[in-house]
């Protein structure tokens, strides 16, 4: 299972590794697109037809604003 702090400090991530349950936000890939779309989930990046990326920086940034509202 991948951790907060097992995240690279720069790069990016496939989806995989950013849900659960391999991945430190415990949603469904449904929810994380739906959250996609409304803006409650940072924006992907488009590297290929078929590969779509997060920026570690803002998942890093979406863990520390969940940690910190709480």
Same mark, same amino acid.
């Given at each position: 299972?991948?951790?907060?702090?097992?995240?690279? !400090?720069?790069? #990016? $991530?496939?989806? %995989?590794?950013?849900? +659960?349950?391999?991945?430190? @936000?415990? *949603?469904? =890939?449904?929810? /994380? /697109? +739906?959250?996609? %779309?409304?803006?409650? #989930?940072? %924006?992907?990046? =488009? $590297?290929? %037809?078929?590969?779509? *990326? /997060?920026?570690? !920086?803002? @998942?890093? +940034?979406? @863990?520390? +604003? !969940?940690?910190?509202?709480?």
């Amino acid at each position: 299972m991948t951790y907060y702090q097992d995240l690279p !400090e720069t790069g #990016f $991530l496939r989806l %995989k590794s950013i849900i +659960a349950p391999f991945g430190p @936000i415990p *949603v469904s =890939k449904s929810t /994380w /697109w +739906a959250g996609v %779309k409304d803006g409650r #989930f940072p %924006k992907p990046q =488009k $590297l290929g %037809k078929r590969i779509t *990326v /997060w920026r570690v !920086e803002d @998942i890093r +940034a979406l @863990i520390d +604003a !969940e940690n910190n509202s709480n």
